[in-house]
């Protein structure tokens, strides 16, 4: 009996083993020989290869390279080729040698219009109603882009370019963005062969978070090395195109160039704002005037266009904190202070544009330039989230802390340096955005909406210096890519069916009359709860805040303008044409259906940041974490927001001058550490950057084996939604140090400064040491975070058993 069931064991795997075989040959059914066209003798000299599989494809005869640079929260208004007071020469020169686009229209925030830039469909069909940490599980708001919408990277990569992304993403799931997660919707798997940039939507300018294809690294140098993003991103992105000139130089390429810029924090070189020292002291309502009359001089916009007010809405459908302060209520000091902080942001800008100068430089210098598209635009309205009083510190708007003038005034001369993660008031936002209400976020106005686009083809497009007004919208930039490079979007992509494209393509205007008619005749928009829809020259725009938390959408008023004649929508026309607002109403409704727009979110950040999503870890009190690693972004982080937790390193003191991190997360605009110096264990919690800093220390420490930790116990909420409560410094499990701590309520930075285990990445969380202070002198076992209900004693216990058993 025992032989004859070891026969038929061995049968079945004999079974398993030739089906498995089977299945393998069958997997590569396009190499066998079956498939195989050439043919075969016993002698290779008889017989004949068969390369066609295996043979590159070319793209279209002489089909050019594109260079797409993408700015950030940039309004029409800021830019010199639409008459705004920053200087940009590279875009001034580009300008000239193309043409300039007025009626050019973005989805009001980055993740959203991106990915249509991405992928040629509207938003919503992206999976990007929002921004990626705000996606909420919905067909339309997932934030994973489908497999149904195949991106332009892939569709040139497959019609023979070579395909680079440098800067900014933003379009990764805010769970993947870790070392251990999925790679699926990273750069390298959505057709890009290079990527040199970060994934978050925003990073610190002097010290990034930065992903180089499909690892995380850190910067190559250091502010006091002179290093800028800016001036990185030149560096690679010309790096890039020198290495393909020199391998490949017969195919052509394709770059996603992404700064910064004009994203917060406003960081630059001193010498670029200085540039601009004294030239926005009249204000932000005189910098519109001004502005508005030099874009009508240029042709930017019709003669008979009107400012907007500055504070065009009504109670309860602007955010309170978008409110702009009049210029002259200002005090002298607030006045110098945010005369400043647009000359921070003004440089920044030019700076930026000057590294993009390289890029183009270096195009012409190799004879590149001539059949190569330049398309240079910004994917936003500026940003008005630096709130009434601007900030030296972003990461207070997004914790709901609020910033002081007097607090601010102390950073004015170091405003756009290492020391501030600054960002101006709304009424620069408003400027930049002038003349037209509102600014990023706000999708119903134009102020949010409408964003400068230049596009240089010196091969391709006959006109020089012209501006086009045709009405177009960032869908449109894939289609028109496609036309320029003779290729098409398939029906059916890697098997799966795709959604059509939304945009048109816009090669038509090239030779165009400037106002000769757009070939788009409608285009909805919605965030966070704000809506609008154009049709065939006419705009309905529903008043609603954004994050208003209120519903009732049925219960929106619905606003008119016929903005083919009033462009900066001033005179609302709905009570002379009720049936014309009815029937776009019924439009917006049939253009949401149609592109997954419902159900529509005006929640408050704090929930839509909040939503549970899915992750490969299941939720858990406790994580431990080991030295060696890469920083562990925020998004995949042990979460202590508005939680009692305990933090314990186990270290083995070798040395008795040991020194350096033990566990650090954040940076110097928030965030906390446990480390050793001077021979004692030092806990600091730097609370929003706001000096003096929450710290607590020990006695000095011999050398030994020590359970080394923290304590917060959370006890109430303050006036601002911080957490109070007490913490408490251990050494093994006696309390060495403790007092009264408050902790932030919302992320330590959205630049995405990592938790690290045994150094800090980038900028120190503390003054008390310089990053990366990496621990010497010892070694770290493992360090842990628990935010359980389990007593620091009962933790302590555990963690010495282990340290015990090494």
């Not at 904190?321 to 002298?332: N, T």
């Not at 026309?573 to 009815?582: M, N, R, T, W, Y």
């Not at 314990?648 to 003191?653: P, Q």
Request: aromatic share 10%; proline share 7%; with cysteine.
């Amino acid at each position: 009996m025992k032989l004859t069931r070891g026969i038929l064991l061995l049968t079945l795997c004999v079974v398993a083993v030739t089906a498995a075989n089977h299945r393998r040959v069958s997997a590569f059914d396009d190499n066998s020989p079956a498939e195989f066209k050439g043919e075969i003798k016993t002698d290779i000299r008889d017989s004949k290869p068969d390369w066609a599989p295996f043979t590159p494809k070319k793209a279209p005869e002489d089909a050019p390279n594109i260079l797409f640079v993408l700015y950030d929260d940039t309004g029409l208004a800021a830019w010199s080729p639409y008459g705004g007071g920053i200087n940009m020469p590279t875009l001034d020169k580009l300008a000239a040698n193309g043409l300039t686009y007025t009626n050019w229209h973005t989805t009001v925030l980055c993740s959203p219009t991106r990915s249509t830039l991405l992928t040629g469909r509207n938003h919503h069909l992206n999976g990007m109603a929002g921004i990626t940490e705000t996606a909420s599980g919905f067909p339309g708001s997932n934030g994973h882009i489908p497999k149904a919408c195949a991106t332009i990277g892939e569709i040139l990569q497959d019609g023979g370019y070579s395909t680079f992304w440098v800067g900014k993403n933003h379009n990764v799931p805010e769970q993947d963005v870790a070392s251990g997660a999925s790679r699926d919707r990273w750069p390298l798997n959505m057709g890009f062969d290079r990527f040199y940039g970060f994934l978050g939507g925003e990073t610190n300018q002097w010290y990034p978070d930065l992903t180089e294809d499909n690892r995380f690294i850190e910067p190559p140098a250091t502010p006091e090395e002179g290093y800028h993003l800016s001036k990185d991103l030149a560096d690679q992105a010309i790096k890039m195109v020198k290495d393909h000139r020199s391998s490949n130089p017969s195919r052509p390429w394709y770059m996603w160039y992404c700064p910064g810029a004009n994203h917060a924090p406003h960081h630059a070189p001193e010498e670029y704002i200085a540039k601009y020292k004294g030239k926005f002291d009249d204000g932000y309502e005189a910098y519109r005037e001004v502005v508005l009359a030099r874009m009508i001089d240029k042709g930017i916009l019709p003669e008979d266009t009107e400012l907007t007010p500055m504070n065009p809405l009504p109670d309860g459908v602007a955010d309170p904190a978008d409110a702009v302060r009049p210029w002259e209520s200002l005090s002298a000091d607030e006045k110098k202070l945010f005369s400043k902080m647009m000359e921070v942001f003004a440089g920044f800008s030019e700076y930026t544009d000057a590294q993009v100068g390289r890029v183009i430089d270096y195009l012409e210098e190799t004879g590149q330039l001539e059949n190569t598209t330049v398309i240079y635009a910004a994917d936003n309205g500026t940003s008005g989230e630096g709130s009434p009083n601007g900030s030296v510190n972003e990461n207070k708007f997004f914790n709901g802390f609020p910033d002081t003038i007097e607090e601010n005034l102390k950073y004015i001369d170091v405003l756009g340096g290492p020391d501030t993660y600054n960002h101006f008031p709304t009424g620069w936002a408003m400027a930049t955005s002038a003349p037209f209400r509102m600014f990023k976020r706000y999708s119903q106005y134009a102020g949010g909406t409408v964003d400068p686009l230049v596009i240089s083809w010196p091969k391709g497009i006959k006109a020089r210096g012209e501006v086009r007004h045709q009405y177009h919208h960032s869908v449109d930039i894939v289609p028109t890519i496609l036309e320029i490079t003779g290729l098409e979007m398939p029906e059916v992509y890697n098997g799966v069916k795709q959604y059509p494209l939304s945009g048109k393509s816009m090669v038509y205007t090239f030779d165009s009359k400037p106002n000769a008619p757009t070939n788009r005749h409608v285009q909805y928009y919605t965030m966070f709860g704000t809506r609008g829809l154009w049709k065939d020259g006419w705009m309905i725009s529903s008043l609603h805040a954004p994050f208003s938390n209120t519903g009732n959408y049925e219960n929106d008023e619905w606003e008119l303008y016929h903005v083919a004649e009033d462009r900066a929508q001033s005179k609302n026309l709905a009570d002379q044409h009720p049936e014309k607002v009815k029937e776009l109403v019924a439009a917006y409704f049939e253009e949401a259906k149609k592109n997954l727009v419902l159900p529509i979110d005006d929640r408050s950040p704090s929930e839509l940041l909040t939503t549970p999503r899915p992750t490969n870890e299941p939720p858990s009190n406790r994580h431990v974490y080991y030295p060696g690693t890469s920083a562990i972004p925020e998004g995949v982080a042990a979460n202590i927001r508005g939680r009692s937790y305990k933090i314990l390193a186990n270290v083995e003191i070798t040395d008795a001058d040991a020194s350096g991190v033990l566990f650090a997360h954040g940076s110097r605009f928030g965030g906390h550490s446990l480390f050793l110096k001077d021979k004692k264990l030092h806990y600091v919690y730097n609370f929003l950057g706001i000096k003096p800093e929450q710290h607590f220390v020990s006695k000095e420490l011999a050398p030994g084996k020590y359970t080394l930790g923290v304590e917060f116990n959370r006890e109430k909420s303050g006036e601002h939604g911080e957490h109070l409560g007490t913490a408490k410094l251990y050494v093994n499990d006696q309390v060495v140090d403790s007092g009264k701590m408050k902790t932030q309520p919302a992320k330590f930075t959205l630049s995405g400064d990592g938790m690290c285990i045994g150094w800090d990445s980038a900028d120190a969380v503390t003054e008390r040491y310089e990053a990366p202070a990496r621990f010497q002198g010892g070694k770290i076992q493992a360090v842990a975070v628990d935010t359980s209900e389990e007593s620091y004693e009962d933790l302590e216990l555990e963690a010495n058993r282990a340290i015990l058993g090494q």
